[in-house]
């Protein structure tokens, strides 16, 4: 089956502590997206990425990373300048030709 | 300002009733994507239904519809024939500027709770 895959879907952060979000997708999209999602909120652009070791900055990008080594991967990384990391990440993904943003079931991330 | 606006917080409808969600909207482009989502309890998106700014008809997809009123920024989503699996989240989002075929960013509200009802 063709989808989007996350991966843990819930991550515990010590204080100081980097922690890797997994996005992986086999719908052979090119472009590939990461929200934030507070509680209460709509969803925040962190990065995104249109092709193949390319990524851009969100709206929120400060205290995160990512890499786009592979058209299917696209993980993100919470490092440890996101003071406010706790919150309900979710990964997308959209082809050239159809805009429409497919999502992945999300990583909720709490902090210990 | 801001760009997407969902005054209703939470929604009430009795099963096979229809409702209207609301969402305005605020861009000073021509050419812009409006989009609608839907998030049950999972927290997994669901796209419903896409309207483009120089699409002359609402868009349908079997029982959503988008009531577009350009003239008024308003993007309203109409749900017939509710069903108990319709309770959810309801997300509006817009894309500003014209889609160039590369990446699409989404700006959203900050949703909708509909619950339905027997």
């Known amino acids: 089956d063709g989808g989007i895959t996350q991966s843990p879907k819930y991550l515990f952060r010590k204080e100081g502590q980097n922690v890797t979000l997994s996005c992986e997708q086999n719908?052979?999209?090119?472009?590939m997206y990461w929200y934030r999602q507070d509680p209460g909120q709509g969803l925040r652009l962190i990065y995104y990425?249109?092709?193949?070791?390319?990524?851009q900055k969100g709206d929120i990008a400060e205290g995160y990373s990512v890499s786009r080594e592979k058209k299917e991967s696209f993980p993100l990384t919470v490092t440890s300048a996101q003071k406010n990391p706790t919150a309900f990440y979710l990964c997308?993904?959209?082809?050239?030709?159809?805009?429409?943003?497919?999502f992945g079931p999300g990583t909720r991330l709490l902090v210990l | 300002a801001q760009k997407i606006t969902q005054t209703q917080p939470g929604m009430f409808v009795q099963e096979k009733e229809a409702v209207t969600l609301d969402c305005t909207y605020d861009t000073s482009d021509q050419s812009y994507g409006l989009f609608w989502y839907k998030q049950p309890s999972s927290g997994e998106m669901i796209f419903l239904i896409y309207q483009g700014s120089y699409d002359e008809q609402n868009a349908t997809e079997g029982r959503y519809s988008l009531n577009f009123q350009k003239a008024r920024k308003s993007a309203n989503l109409v749900i017939s024939a509710s069903q108990l699996g319709d309770s959810a989240m309801y997300f509006c989002?817009?894309?500003?500027?014209?889609?160039?075929?590369?990446?699409?960013?989404?700006?959203f509200g900050t949703g909708t709770r509909l619950q339905v009802t027997l």
């Open positions: 719908l052979n999209h090119d472009a």
């Open positions: 989002a817009m894309r500003e500027g014209l889609y160039t075929g590369t990446a699409s960013k989404l700006t």
């Open positions: 990425s249109q092709i193949v070791n390319d990524f």
């Open positions: 997308a993904s959209s082809t050239r030709l159809v805009e429409t943003q497919y």
